[in-house]
């Protein structure tokens, strides 16, 4: 039988602390090391190793622990391939709607400014971009990931539902790249649990679950985890009576 | 504080437009450079050219976020990361510093 450590090692604290001036913990490499995993190997990723994801999940933390969510692991190449075709379809009618970039569009710029102003998340430039790319089938939903876990809320759920689903999320992602595998957050196949109701029948979902996000799983091609640069943000900081922003 | 200005939060800026949107942009060095094409293979926003070398796509062609994924893909760290994807206006950016790794605090 494996051991299983259930309590952390108890290390002196000035042990810790010298410990920490040698390098990252195993932990924050992984947090730091963590891309999003947009090309994967077909081979399927061994079924016991997406329990133990599920399990990371399962032990997140939630308002007043009410854990709500529900994960919809899709390990069926044919309904992935499936529910990507309808995406790709309802992505193409949505671009047609707001891609006035296209030639002889630009008469529904006002109108698509507009728009935005309703549906801000929805039509970010970031994401205006991608819907198109996707339409065309230039940027893959799931990437060919094998197995993909689909996130539910629980909209009952204590304070902020959303955010925990968020948070359960995270802790799979994180799990799965400490076994070497690869994931990528993917949110665009809203669409399909908002516009067509035979995703919805399919999977059986319904009040008081909403479709939050979903998780690619797969083996990486090459070795895309590692750290890079980025911005730094502005932090307020107040100590001692004083205000400060660090960066 | 006021984070945007009434202009700011009225104006959405155009997507087609380079004066409101500026993208990602990332530079190659072509010394470390291997040739693998790795880059462009991982590249979610298809934004990296690849023929016999890497380079970056012509604006609007390019969706670079600055996600990174193509220096963290890269087996010889031959990738720059030199701008972030900037958009202006109601999609402003507030309070980015400079462009850093992860850092390492010990005091």
């Known amino acids: 039988m494996p051991e299983i450590q259930r309590k952390p090692k108890k290390v002196?604290?000035?042990?810790?602390?010298?410990?920490?001036?040698?390098?990252?913990?195993?932990?924050?490499?992984?947090?730091?090391?963590?891309?999003?995993?947009?090309?994967?190997?077909?081979?399927?990723?061994?079924?016991?190793?997406?329990?133990?994801?599920?399990?990371?999940?399962?032990?997140?933390?939630?308002?007043?622990?009410?854990?709500?969510?529900?994960?919809?692991?899709?390990?069926?190449e044919k309904v992935i391939t499936a529910l990507t075709d309808d995406?790709?379809?309802?992505?193409?009618?949505?671009?047609?709607?707001?891609?006035?970039?296209?030639?002889?569009?630009?008469?529904?710029?006002?109108?698509?400014?507009?728009?935005?102003?309703?549906?801000?998340?929805?039509?970010?430039?970031?994401?205006?971009?991608?819907?198109?790319?996707?339409?065309?089938?230039?940027?893959?939903?799931?990437?060919?990931?094998?197995?993909?876990?689909?996130?539910?809320?629980?909209?009952?759920?204590?304070?902020?539902?959303?955010?925990?689903?968020?948070?359960?999320?995270?802790?799979?992602?994180?799990?799965?790249?400490?076994?070497?595998?690869?994931?990528?957050?993917?949110?665009?196949?809203?669409?399909?649990?908002?516009?067509?109701?035979?995703?919805?029948?399919?999977?059986?979902?319904?009040?008081?679950?909403?479709?939050?996000?979903?998780?690619a799983v797969g083996w990486p091609v090459g070795e895309p985890d590692g750290m890079v640069e980025r911005q730094t943000h502005a932090v307020d900081w107040y100590e001692d009576g004083l205000k400060k922003v660090v960066y | 504080m006021r984070y945007l200005s009434l202009k700011e939060f009225f104006k959405i800026p155009a997507y087609d437009d380079p004066a409101e949107l500026t993208l990602g942009e990332v530079a190659f060095d072509m010394e470390k450079c291997s040739r693998c094409g790795m880059c462009a293979r991982v590249c979610p926003g298809a934004a990296i050219a690849f023929d016999g070398r890497p380079s970056m796509k012509p604006f609007p062609e390019n969706q670079c976020m600055f996600c990174g994924c193509c220096a963290a893909a890269c087996p010889n760290d031959a990738v720059i990361m030199k701008q972030p994807l900037v958009a202006r206006f109601y999609y402003k950016p507030i309070g980015h510093g400079e462009i850093k790794p992860p850092r390492l605090f010990t005091e």
């Not at chain 1, 399962?58 to 007043?64: D, I, K, L, N």
């Not at chain 1, 060919?144 to 995270?170: H, M, N, W, Y």
């Not at chain 1, 196949?189 to 939050?212: E, N």
């Open chain 1, 87 to 215: 995406t790709v379809k309802l992505c193409d009618i949505l671009r047609n709607m707001v891609d006035y970039r296209k030639p002889g569009a630009a008469w529904m710029k006002p109108m698509v400014k507009f728009n935005t102003r309703i549906r801000k998340n929805d039509l970010h430039p970031v994401p205006f971009g991608a819907m198109a790319m996707i339409a065309d089938r230039k940027l893959g939903l799931w990437h060919k990931a094998p197995t993909v876990i689909l996130i539910f809320a629980d909209v009952r759920g204590v304070s902020c539902p959303e955010l925990d689903c968020g948070i359960a999320g995270q802790n799979m992602v994180l799990a799965a790249h400490s076994m070497g595998l690869g994931t990528c957050w993917v949110g665009f196949v809203r669409p399909a649990f908002d516009y067509m109701l035979r995703w919805k029948k399919f999977f059986g979902i319904s009040y008081p679950y909403k479709f939050m996000s979903s998780l």
């Open chain 1, 12 to 76: 002196p604290r000035q042990e810790r602390i010298e410990r920490l001036k040698q390098g990252f913990t195993e932990t924050e490499q992984v947090i730091l090391q963590r891309r999003s995993v947009r090309l994967y190997k077909p081979d399927q990723v061994p079924a016991f190793m997406v329990r133990r994801i599920l399990e990371a999940g399962r032990f997140a933390p939630s308002a007043g622990n009410c854990q709500p969510w529900k994960f919809v692991v899709l390990r069926d």
